[in-house]
């Protein structure tokens, strides 16, 4: 075979790589060389992690007039430098799974100069930063979500508590800690010890349950579990303030998204919260990803590619954006639930060949595409969009179904009244 010489291709002529740290960072400049035509110079710099510090980079940088600075989303000592040199800079966090260097030739030193080169050849892909607004609308939501969970958490401890009585009642109510089981628990915390007092304040449709509450409630409640009761009450009311809090203040930020909230809120198993999750994380502008399948890589519900030798092997999901991911699970294990959606006959028709689980990231990833074609273009799917979007097909899945039967069928328009 005939060698054939070739030269690395550079896009960037003056690149620089960035080598973060918590303390200290090392940034490298990778420049023509002024002596040896066709070939590099790098230099390597160690700066801290101060303002000052900071500032003493971005004039470093613009001195050695490079036209792209790459550095790795480390933990989050990236934020402040990001924040800092954006505006001044091209400037482009990468994901660091995305770029490693060799093995064997770790330091801070070399992974600067790697990054640096990967720069210059146009390897480095950036990673999405939203705008301040919707930066600190993630934020809240996150917070949000933590607050949720941390006061879960106390009403799981709380029933834990209530099973050392020898009480039941997280046995016959859905949830303890609702105007029910809220009710019992303060009378019990006063001493009231007689079941059929305690029970006789249920609420609503907690009543038609008296007489399993009469039942559950037999049981040793000490003064030791009133304080603790008190306690996991305290915690949760306290939590409870704080997402009323968070709440409001997510809702003023959200309020030119009113008509995006709506909108998602029509897709199948997305609800009100779920939308305000969505528009923290993506930033409601669907500009930052080329196509709907690029929204659905980004939050890691796509297909994974795994081929080689002309062998297609297992593909994985990629991790992707967690809290958006995590979400569409959520998501999608509700709209599976709706008999007439069309996402619950996908997910019956892909489950019987590739199993649930499969089936419900492929449930996932079309709630994907879905969010995608709703942010772009600012239209209400609804729970039939997909019949209606090719209704061919649904007649043919359906004929398909009847014939799978024994049986046929027959379409006719409905007659306009």
Known sequence: MARQDVKDEVIHLRSAGVDLGKRFLVACTRVPSPTRPGSWSLETERFGTTRAEIRRLLDWLADARVEVVVMEATSDYWRSFYYTLQPHLNLRLVNPAHLKGIRGRK??????????????????????????????????????????RSAGREAQRLEKELEDTGMKLSSVLTNVVGMTGRA????????????RRLADLAYGKARKKIPALIEALDGEFTEHHAFMVRHYLDEIDHFKGLIAALDARIASLLAEHEQDLGHLDSIPGIGRLAAEVIIAETGGDMAQFASAQHLASWIGVCPGQNESAGVSRSGRTRPGNSNIKRLLGTA?????????????????????????????????????????HVLHDHVELGGDYYAKRDPERAMRRMIKEANSLGMTVCFEPIQAP
């Open 184 to 195: 019992i628990l303060e009378a019990l915390i006063v001493g009231e010890r007689d079941p």
């Open 107 to 148: 330091s801070d030193p070399s992974d600067a100069a790697f990054l640096a080169r990967a720069g210059a050849s146009g390897m480095a892909l950036g990673s999405f930063v939203p705008d301040r607004e919707i930066r600190e609308l993630r934020d809240l939501t996150r917070r949000r979500t933590e607050v949720v």
């Open 332 to 372: 999608a294990m509700a709209a599976v639930r709706n008999k007439d959606s069309y996402l619950t006959a996908f997910f019956r028709r892909l489950s019987a060949r590739r199993g649930g689980r499969r089936a419900l990231v492929a449930v996932m990833y079309k709630l994907a595409i879905a969010i995608w």
